[in-house]
């Protein structure tokens, strides 16, 4: 299946932090607007909608927010854009996706949050040998 | 049977031809199925706003059609651009990315919207 999204063939230093900046706003909207393919692919319809994947790669995106040194923004975006690669060739599969992006967020499966982990002791008991 | 009554009436009356369209008079292409060009701008407003409503980290109440999303809702950039994507979906536009860095408030996204005549 032919890569949909295109590489990022600019060269490999962004001149300055506003590059960088505006590298990173256009990889977030090829990711978006992969959506409805990944979708499709790997039929997660009924399992999450398109607003709520766009949060997850948001949030993806904002976890390294803090970073300055536009070559490592520039290494972190290649980083992104080969997943995002993979993704979408249909290289990885559904359980993959589900468990690397959907599960484990509290506000999609807001469920398995609150789920009772068990008495004071038992916390007490995986936290250390000694209480 | 009735299909072979009206053949029978009309073969002895004459039904004049009203030509209701006058081609010279309308600019618009009247016959054309692509309906209106520009959406109804409340309809628009609704949608958008709908839109903006739905991000999970917009307080709905906060949501008017002339609210900025940095400014007054408290996003920042990427949520900016988030939005802007979802409008995207919606409207099944592609927006780009000159025109959607200048979209940073609710008032710019409908009037941008508005003005695209391929919105649906």
């Known amino acids: ?131 | 049977m009735a299909s072979a009554l009206r053949s029978a009436i009309l073969r002895h009356i004459r039904v004049p031809v009203t030509n209701s369209l006058s081609l010279s008079g309308s600019a618009v292409r009247s016959m054309s199925s692509h309906g209106d060009d520009h959406l109804d701008k409340q309809a628009v407003i609704d949608r958008v706003i709908h839109v903006v409503k739905s991000f999970p980290k917009v307080d709905p109440s906060k949501v008017t059609p002339d609210v900025h999303f940095q400014k007054d809702l408290g996003l920042d950039s990427l949520d900016t651009v988030e939005i802007v994507m979802a409008l995207e979906e919606e409207f099944k536009l592609e927006i780009p990315d000159k025109e959607a860095d200048k979209i940073d408030s609710c008032h710019l996204a409908i009037e941008y919207i508005h003005n695209h005549p391929i919105a649906n």
């Open chain 1, 1 to 131: 299946m032919a890569s949909t999204v295109k590489y990022l063939r600019v060269p490999p230093n962004s001149a300055s932090l506003e590059e960088a900046r505006r590298r990173v706003f256009d990889f977030f909207k090829t990711a978006c607007r992969s959506i409805p393919t990944i979708m499709e692919i790997y039929t997660i319809d009924d399992v999450v909608t398109p607003s709520q994947l766009r949060s997850i790669v948001a949030s993806e995106i904002r976890k390294n927010a803090h970073i300055s040194n536009p070559k490592v923004i520039d290494m972190l975006l290649f980083k992104g854009t080969e997943e995002l690669n993979n993704i979408v060739e249909h290289s990885k599969q559904r359980h993959h996706i589900l468990g690397q992006y959907v599960l484990g967020r509290p506000e999609i499966t807001p469920d398995s949050a609150t789920k009772d982990q068990g008495s004071e002791y038992l916390k007490n008991f995986f936290r250390s040998n000694y209480f």
